[in-house]
């Protein structure tokens, strides 16, 4: 059984791969190709393609990842900063405050 397979870098070029029943593999690259369209989908077309109750289930989601980042920060301003965990609550604020923020919707 013989395969093969293109990849299209999307940059005019592709790269052809067949490998034949024997193993033989022959490695062609293509040039000259139309360069794929660049699609920019923005936050709100995203949103509006989840159905509705998946749509609240990220809502809820991204509230409840909010709330521990609050509650992150608040123990980071309580506790005294010679506290060996100190140093390790912002980045992990941080990372709840990045995971949260991209599932909001746009407003």
Request: negative net charge; proline residues 10%; hydrophobic residues 50%.
């Amino acid at each position: 059984m013989s395969r093969t397979v293109t990849v299209d870098h999307g940059d005019g070029t592709a790269t052809v791969t067949e490998t034949t029943a024997g193993g033989d593999v022959t490695v062609t690259e293509l040039t000259g190709l139309p360069p794929l369209p660049t699609v920019v989908v923005t936050n709100a077309e995203r949103f509006a393609a989840i159905p509705a109750l998946k749509a609240q289930a990220i809502l809820n989601l991204s509230g409840a990842l909010l709330v521990q980042a609050g509650t992150v920060f608040d123990a980071t301003f309580a506790m005294d900063p010679d506290n060996p965990a100190f140093p390790a609550l912002q980045p992990i604020a941080d990372a709840l405050l990045d995971a949260a923020l991209p599932l909001l919707p746009p407003a």
